[in-house]
């Protein structure tokens, strides 16, 4: 979820100012990285409409350049190699611990030191040596940042096996690939006084940083897989339109400066500003994101949520492929009635009263709805739509308040235990027009199998 929301921040910033977006892979850790973790990122991306320019750069390929930035930084003194024992580190951070203090490496080994450990076959790694002072920035989110160096010990930049960490490889790519603008999470924060002195050290132009809230839970604590931590594929499997799912996303830790809260993504794009990204933390409600899945619903052309419900109502079995292209229009009917009450495509699998009789009926509904003289009603409708002319909503209406007047009662006694006979549930879309897209034969023949088993 937040590294989809760092993606639509940076997608937005780029297509509002007409730049260059790059996907970069940073595939460093080797142990980390595994091709199908890749593949999710890249199809949730995809989903949304992410779109890069050019083919990624993976970090793993471009070792060779981050290397020569250590050796440059080596020779320049910015650097020294390291040659402390997994045993000898632990005791230094156990004691450094103790006395509340960074870490104190060895800087200035003799050229003698450094061969007897060569020749030892110790491991090596190339660290940097943190400057004293402070590192600062103004950062494009959150102003002014600053880093006592005191607090940052000297860090990693090539394991011993060679390959570069992090936050060489970043700085590096960051150069070479001409970016000038970082947007990412707050909890990048600790890596950017790392990233800047090396920028320094190596006399190249520092970007410009800007830090994005963190997504928390509705409860204020790290977003966990309970409040929807999880992967943007099954939001999707849930019924969540891309374009829902990437406004809500926008709109978490960015304002458009008023009250507006559904966009078009090129609304998004007009809109969007460095300046409208927020400091505050943003809080993940699910029930907010499937309310603007409703209203996305909403604004769809028909013709779109029809090829949508087409494959789930296949897959339900109540349509076949070739129903399809024969009942075209009477489906688009259906989709319109179903359109204003849809919060996410999963809702399309509890239409089945559409193509199907019922089986079962709603106890609850039954309870409030079917009374003793239901009967007598139901068989009454069922005459009345016999007797119809026309099986239009009109004519359906008309026959129904009709009736209704004639008993002497409000016509919602007659309109809720009618739905219930005829599509087993106690909701659904306007029961007229419902009636007129079901069909004469089909209406009666569902309120007769209800009389059948109406009890009470």
């Known amino acids: ?249 926008a709109l978490l830790g960015w304002s458009p400066g008023d009250a507006r809260e559904v966009f078009a993504r090129d609304e998004l794009i007009a809109a969007f500003s460095v300046d409208g990204l927020l400091k505050r933390d943003a809080v993940f409600d699910e029930k907010k994101l499937i309310w603007l899945n409703g209203e996305h619903m909403r604004l769809r052309p028909v013709d779109e949520v029809l090829d949508d419900a087409i494959p789930i109502w296949i897959a339900e079995g109540w349509l076949t492929e070739a129903e399809v292209c024969e009942r075209r229009d009477a489906l688009t009917r259906i989709v319109k009635m179903l359109q204003p009450r849809l919060h996410t495509l999963q809702d399309l699998k509890h239409t089945g009263y559409f193509f199907v009789d019922p089986e079962n009926y709603d106890p609850k509904a039954a309870k409030k709805h079917w009374k003793a003289d239901t009967p007598m009603r139901v068989q009454m409708m069922i005459d009345r739509l016999r007797d119809l002319d026309a099986f239009g909503e009109s004519d359906v209406e008309g026959a129904t308040r009709s009736l209704a007047g004639e008993l002497g009662m409000s016509a919602s006694k007659l309109i809720h235990p009618t739905r219930l006979a005829l599509c087993g549930v106690g909701f659904g879309p306007g029961l007229f027009e419902l009636m007129a897209v079901l069909g004469r034969e089909a209406c009666v023949r569902r309120l007769k199998k209800a009389l059948k088993i109406l009890s009470f």
């Open 1 to 249: 979820m937040g590294n989809a929301r760092t993606a639509i921040f940076n997608y937005l910033y780029a297509k509002h100012h007409s730049a260059k977006l790059s996907l970069r892979v940073e595939d460093t850790d080797r142990e980390r990285y595994t091709e199908s973790s890749l593949q999710t990122i890249l199809d949730g991306l995809n989903w949304l409409g992410v779109e890069f320019d050019g083919e990624p750069v993976f970090q793993s390929h471009r070792a060779q350049a981050h290397k020569r930035a250590a050796e440059r930084l080596l020779a320049t003194g910015h650097a020294y190699y390291g040659y402390e024992t997994p045993e000898e580190l632990a005791a230094m951070q156990k004691q450094a611990q103790a006395e509340k203090r960074r870490v104190r490496y060895n800087r200035d080994l003799t050229p003698e030191q450094q061969a007897a450990y060569e020749a030892e076959g110790r491991p090596r790694v190339v660290r940097f040596k943190v400057p004293a002072g402070e590192t600062a920035w103004h950062d494009r989110i959150r102003g002014v940042q600053r880093w006592r160096n005191a607090e940052i010990e000297d860090f990693v930049l090539l394991r011993p096996d060679g390959s570069p960490v992090y936050n060489l490889a970043v700085v590096v790519d960051d150069r070479d690939m001409g970016v000038n603008m970082v947007l990412r999470s707050a909890d990048h924060l600790s890596n950017t006084p790392k990233q800047i002195m090396l920028f320094r050290a190596l006399s190249w132009a520092v970007p410009e940083y800007g830090h994005s809230t963190l997504i928390l839970g509705p409860d204020g604590s790290k977003l966990s897989k309970r409040h929807g931590a999880t992967p943007i594929a099954e939001y999707r499997a849930r019924g969540v339109l891309s374009d829902a799912m990437f406004n809500y996303l």
